[in-house]
């Protein structure tokens, strides 16, 4: 709901022609395009700067994103250091089979942890190109955003006082628990949900991984999944039920099952370490149309939610960040509207196609596990079509890597 202008009762009311509520990957990106261009913008975010800096979540980056990133003089860090991967292995019926995506399209993935690119992020906005962010802020309020003269409010960390700052667009990147969804009019926006009535266990093992790529378990028991992060970190993922309680995995439980869901003959044995991190993902997706109402613009996860399945939520909020930080520039720069007015059709395109992936990704990693006959016959085909047909190999690979050349 759009909040009543508040009373003004700042000491110094204040003016930035952008304010972007939140300080993960889609609003420092968008921050630093407005600082590239010379427009003055202001970050609020919840968390403190250790903590966002610390938040450990996505890993894989897909190449375009990277590309994008690198345009806008944002990748120096990750070109050095993020490892580039070529390749993920599916296991099931209890053989190995590599799915070798470079060989087949010459692309590839790269992996760097969220925290690492949220670090650079951080530093390049604030410390470099003198962008202006308040950590620690609470109850963020939006105002006047079908009008000429929007505002946001929000209660100061140090004044503990509400702050008022008058601006000409508003961006919400605040994440899928964020407030700024709220403010789209609800006869504006839609929002369509989907639930896939499945957890994840989500785990950061003190370890490396075990094998050199991202590997899929598609197990009668659940899936498994690792994901590489660095030298001396992995993601794994054990498939649970909804709402199960961590407490119900100890060390001993997750070892054993990520062990018989991974396992295939001649795999290498799986490198155990301390779990760092434990916590149960319910898998379900969201997408708000339109991403945009008034002077407001949604970009990441705080416009859609697509479940970790195939990797993809950063993915998509650079995407948006990208277009959305271009189209503010144009226009606050050169009074160029184009850009802002396309801005939702063009993202949700890519949007839907990823939810869509993520979809039809489920079914190959989780259909062997549903306790149906008639399902796990036909996970079992798509499973294999992906190793005898070049065809569907190749259209995997595209949708994998999200090198479509049109969405
Ligand atoms: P974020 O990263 O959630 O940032 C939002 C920021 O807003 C702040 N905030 C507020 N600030 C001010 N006022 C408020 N009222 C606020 N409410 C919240 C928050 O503190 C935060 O700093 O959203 P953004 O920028 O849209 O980025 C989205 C990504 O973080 C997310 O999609 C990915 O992490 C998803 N994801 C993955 N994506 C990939 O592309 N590749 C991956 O490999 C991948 N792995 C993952 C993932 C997500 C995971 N989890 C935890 C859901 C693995 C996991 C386990």
Same mark, same amino acid.
């Given at each position: 709901?759009?909040?009543?202008?508040?009373?003004?009762?700042?000491?110094?009311?204040?003016?930035?022609?952008?304010?972007?509520?939140?300080?993960?990957?889609?609003?420092?990106?968008?921050?630093?395009?407005?600082?590239?261009?010379?427009?003055?913008?202001?970050? $609020?975010?919840?968390?403190?700067?250790? =903590?966002?800096?610390?938040?450990? %979540?996505?890993?894989?980056?897909?190449?375009?994103?990277?590309?994008?990133?690198?345009?806008?003089?944002?990748?120096?860090?990750?070109?050095?250091?993020?490892?580039?991967?070529?390749?993920?292995?599916?296991? =099931?019926?209890?053989?190995?089979?590599?799915?070798?995506?470079?060989?087949?399209?010459?692309? /590839?993935?790269?992996?760097?942890?969220?925290? $690492?690119? #949220?670090?650079?992020?951080?530093?390049?906005?604030?410390?470099?190109?003198?962008?202006?962010?308040?950590?620690?802020?609470?109850?963020?309020?939006?105002?006047?955003?079908?009008?000429? %003269?929007?505002?946001?409010?929000? #209660?100061? !960390?140090?004044?503990?006082?509400?702050?008022?700052?008058?601006?000409?667009?508003?961006?919400?990147?605040?994440?899928?628990?964020?407030?700024?969804?709220?403010?789209? !009019?609800?006869?504006?926006?839609?929002? !369509?949900? /989907?639930?896939?009535?499945?957890?994840?266990l989500?785990l950061?093992a003190?370890a490396?991984?075990?094998?050199?790529?991202?590997?899929?378990?598609?197990?009668?028991?659940?899936?498994?999944?690792?994901?590489?992060?660095?030298?001396?970190?992995?993601?794994y993922?054990l498939?649970?039920?909804?709402?199960?309680?961590p407490d119900h995995w100890p060390h001993e439980r997750v070892w054993a099952e990520l062990r018989r869901r991974?396992?295939?003959?001649?795999?290498?044995p799986l490198?155990e370490g301390r779990l760092?991190?434990k916590?149960?993902?319910?898998?379900?997706?969201?997408?708000?149309?339109?991403?945009?109402?008034?002077?407001?613009?949604?970009?990441?996860?705080?416009? /859609?939610? #697509?479940?970790?399945?195939?990797?993809?939520?950063?993915?998509?909020?650079?995407?948006?960040?990208?277009?959305?930080?271009?189209?503010?520039?144009?226009?606050?720069?050169?009074?160029?509207?184009?850009?802002?007015?396309?801005?939702?059709?063009?993202?949700?395109?890519?949007?839907?196609?990823?939810?869509?992936?993520?979809?039809?990704?489920?079914?190959?990693?989780?259909?062997? !596990?549903?306790?149906?006959? =008639?399902?796990?016959?036909?996970?079992?085909?798509?499973?294999?079509?992906? =190793?005898?047909?070049?065809?569907?190999?190749?259209?995997?690979?595209?949708?994998?890597?999200?090198?479509?050349?049109?969405?």
């Open positions: 709901m759009i909040q009543p202008s508040p009373h003004l009762n700042s000491p110094s009311p204040q003016r930035f022609p952008v304010v972007i509520v939140g300080a993960g990957p889609a609003g420092l990106t968008v921050g630093n395009i407005l600082r590239a261009a010379g427009v003055d913008c202001l970050v $609020l975010e919840t968390g403190t700067r250790e =903590f966002i800096e610390r938040r450990p %979540r996505a890993g894989v980056i897909e190449e375009w994103a990277v590309r994008g990133l690198e345009l806008r003089g944002l990748a120096g860090n990750l070109l050095e250091r993020a490892e580039r991967h070529t390749a993920c292995e599916f296991r =099931f019926d209890g053989e190995r089979y590599r799915f070798s995506y470079q060989e087949l399209t010459g692309s /590839h993935h790269w992996v760097y942890p969220q925290p $690492l690119l #949220v670090t650079d992020l951080v530093r390049e906005y604030a410390d470099v190109r003198g962008g202006e962010i308040r950590f620690g802020v609470r109850d963020v309020r939006l105002h006047g955003l079908d009008g000429g %003269r929007p505002s946001v409010s929000y #209660v100061g !960390a140090e004044t503990g006082r509400r702050e008022t700052v008058a601006c000409d667009f508003v961006a919400g990147c605040d994440g899928a628990r964020g407030v700024t969804r709220a403010s789209l !009019a609800p006869e504006r926006a839609r929002v !369509a949900r /989907h639930d896939y009535g499945i957890g994840w989500a950061l003190e490396p991984p075990s094998g050199d790529c991202v590997l899929f378990g598609c197990h009668p028991d659940g899936f498994a999944g690792q994901m590489p992060r660095s030298p001396g970190v992995t993601r993922y498939q649970c039920p909804p709402g199960d309680d991974l396992g295939a003959a001649g795999a290498e490198t760092i991190e916590r149960v993902l319910d898998m379900h997706d969201h997408v708000t149309e339109p991403m945009a109402s008034g002077r407001l613009f949604l970009a990441g996860d705080a416009a /859609h939610l #697509v479940a970790p399945i195939a990797a993809k939520g950063m993915n998509l909020a650079l995407h948006d960040a990208f277009l959305l930080g271009d189209a503010l520039a144009a226009r606050l720069t050169r009074g160029d509207d184009s850009g802002l007015a396309g801005y939702s059709r063009e993202c949700l395109r890519r949007v839907w196609d990823y939810q869509e992936f993520s979809q039809w990704l489920s079914e190959l990693y989780h259909g062997g !596990a549903a306790g149906d006959p =008639f399902r796990a016959g036909t996970t079992l085909a798509r499973l294999r079509r992906l =190793f005898s047909s070049p065809a569907a190999a190749a259209a995997f690979a595209e949708q994998y890597l999200g090198t479509a050349a049109r969405y």
